[in-house]
């Protein structure tokens, strides 16, 4: 008399692992890459101030110095210079604002009709300081900014983390 069969065979076995293994293969790096954006947007979200204010000023004409152009003002290190604080936009940070990411990384420069806005992060959790984010934003006549995205987070090799 025969008896049954009980538990797996090595093949079977095998051929389990083989398929967890191609899983994590591909799970691990696409996991690693998710969780560098998320760590990323907080650089992305202390570019917000600077580019809001810009926007509600382009808007109401109170930093339009005319022609079409901005009001020439830039932000060193996160601090607005003379300039910007005599212009008096609303909504530009007037100081550094704490963050896992140097604030000394701000930088906003805004003449003629484009205002180029660079954030240079420090270099923590797998993001460098060549991962910079840059916002470059062109006043249109009717007052509207269209802003295009660059920098560094764009051309990493593993893909944009922005």
Known sequence: MQQAQKGFTLIE??????????LAAVAIPAYQNYTLKARFTEVVTAGSPYKLALEVCAQDGSCNAG???????????????AAAAAAGIPGIPTSAATSP???AGVV??????????????????GITAA????LTGTLGADGKI???K????????SGAIC
């Open 150 to 157: 660059g920098g560094g987070c764009t051309t990493r090799a």
């Open 67 to 81: 022609g079409g152009n901005f009001t020439a003002i830039s932000v060193a290190a996160g601090v607005p210079d």
């Open 131 to 134: 991962d910079t984010y840059t």
């Open 108 to 125: 906003l420069a805004v003449a003629g009709a484009v205002a180029t806005l660079t954030i240079t992060p420090r270099a923590v959790s």
């Open 101 to 103: 990411f140097d604030p």
């Open 13 to 22: 076995l095998m051929i389990v692992v083989a398929i967890i293994g191609i």
């Open 146 to 148: 269209a802003w295009v």
